[in-house]
């Protein structure tokens, strides 16, 4: 079975300070997408990363993927309280069509 | 850019009682679409996925069944509820080949 480990699985933090989420697996990703979610509402995606040790940046944000395409993480500097709430890390596997495996997820929640 | 249409936005049904939710999908031809259940602030557990018309396939088993009439309309249905079968429930769509998945605003059904 193969399994995406996100952690934290909930953070909450002041405005102003940085952040890391980590998503881990023991496979072998094609591509690795991190998600944002709202209550309620659907996930929209943020980034996609392809290319081993890729870096990509949206603003306060950013991506890594790691050099053998097993991890990746998600920096933020300076949270806002816009910043609040689920960050969802999901990784293509070669050969597995366009399905996804998603990490569990980490509640994030800046306090003003 | 594609849209992803999911009704009703929320349930509240029986026990025992029949399901049918549907999605459709605007701006794109022939897409792998997906059905997912959430948990709480969770992650994305994959439920079945299908690459064309009447093509379904089914990652867990369960009470529930999918359809696809349509090239972009995908049906999730139940004959009999069971109270696990509340959730979030959420479309997605994908198109291209890159692996990224767009999220329709889901549907909350509560069984009682």
């Known amino acids: 079975t193969q399994l995406l480990e996100q952690s934290p699985q909930f953070l909450s933090i002041q405005e102003g300070e940085n952040l890391t989420v980590y998503c881990n697996s023991s496979?072998?990703?094609?591509?690795l997408q991190w998600y944002r979610q709202e209550p309620g509402e659907g996930p929209v995606l943020l980034v996609t990363?392809?290319?081993?040790?890729e870096v990509k940046k949206l603003k306060r944000l950013t991506f890594q993927f790691g050099d053998a395409r097993k991890d990746s993480s998600l920096h933020i500097t300076a949270a806002q309280p816009g910043d609040t709430g689920l960050y969802l890390c999901?990784?293509?596997?070669?050969?597995?069509?366009?399905?996804?495996?998603f990490g569990q997820g980490t509640e994030l929640s800046v306090k003003p | 850019s594609q849209t992803i249409h999911q009704w009703p936005a929320t349930l509240v049904q029986p026990v025992g009682s029949p399901l049918s939710l549907e999605c459709t999908v605007e701006?794109?031809?022939?897409?792998?679409l997906y059905w997912y259940r959430q948990a709480a602030g969770r992650g994305l557990q994959l439920l079945f996925y299908s690459v064309g018309i009447g093509q379904i396939s089914s990652e867990v088993p369960q009470n529930l069944s999918a359809s696809r009439p349509q090239d972009r309309q995908f049906i999730l249905s139940s004959k009999k509820l069971l109270l696990s079968d509340s959730g979030f429930y959420l479309c997605a769509s994908e198109r291209g080949g890159g692996n990224e998945q767009f999220f329709g605003p889901g549907t909350r059904l509560t069984v009682l």
């Open positions: 999901a990784g293509a596997v070669n050969n597995q069509g366009g399905k996804l495996i």
């Open positions: 990363v392809v290319t081993g040790g």
């Open positions: 701006g794109t031809s022939n897409p792998n």
């Open positions: 496979s072998v990703f094609s591509s």
